[in-house]
């Protein structure tokens, strides 16, 4: 059996994030692989596989804080919101001046109701919106709340009646940086689109941790899971008869350390299970032993 643990990859362009999934169960022998969070074909950087036991966590990961460093181009709409997509409207943005960029960023830090793009992949009625708005239907999407806890310009280039709008973007799971690209564009009156995504952490896993496809195939480097989960999670010890009770699905009294999830290790320092605190019980979310 394959170690249990995750792969913290740096997904290349033009790669699904299903595509590394199959790459990834070639090269750790196992079919049970799965990601949490995913990239556009487009989008580079850190991409979280999990391995065995480990895809349990995928779920809680995904729900993690994101950063981005990102290219939004202000004068130019396409339908899928970045440059995968057809033209479909320019607009000379030679006029827009710096401090209007900067004034249009600044509502759009904190928590905020967004529009996701119509090419995605949120579900309409039980199908894909990509797939309705490929049929050529006019896909309309709800708003949903989302944090931005950080979006900071880190430069503006003019190119002829363009303007590329370089940003780190920090935010909450379900966020699309391509819609930031095209509410920018359109508060600003010129239309804009997504040209660069690059995502530098997901929750507390970064650049630093992440391999190449190509690295992996010499290496194929797990993060074992109890470390995966001592990084990510509040951690919580507990005695041998604790650890008997969790392990079989048992519940704890609650150690006042958050909702969670909360990582629950056995006085051998081993991962049993993941706990959330509910009405002063910890109940197991998901168990990794027996």
Known sequence: ????????????????????????????????????????????????????????????LALTEKVYRATMRLGVTTSTDDAEGEVLGTASAAHVEDEAVLAGVAPMRGPIMQVPPQVSAIKVNGERAYKRARAGEDVQLAARPVTIHEFEVTAIRRHDDVVDVDATVRCSSGTYIRSLARDLGDGLGVGGHLTYLRRTRVGPYDLSMARTIEELAQECVVLPIAEAVAAAFPRRDVTAEEARVVSHGGRLRAAGLGEGPIGVFDPDGALLALVEEVNGTAKPVAVFVG
Request: glycine letters at 14%.
């Open 1 to 60: 059996m394959a170690e249990s643990g995750l792969i913290i990859v740096d997904k290349p362009a033009e790669w699904t994030s299903h595509d590394v999934v199959g790459k990834l169960r070639r090269l750790a022998g196992t079919r049970r692989v799965g990601h949490a969070g995913t990239l556009d074909p487009m989008a580079t950087g850190v991409l979280v596989i999990g391995v065995e036991k480990a895809t349990r966590l995928l779920g809680h």
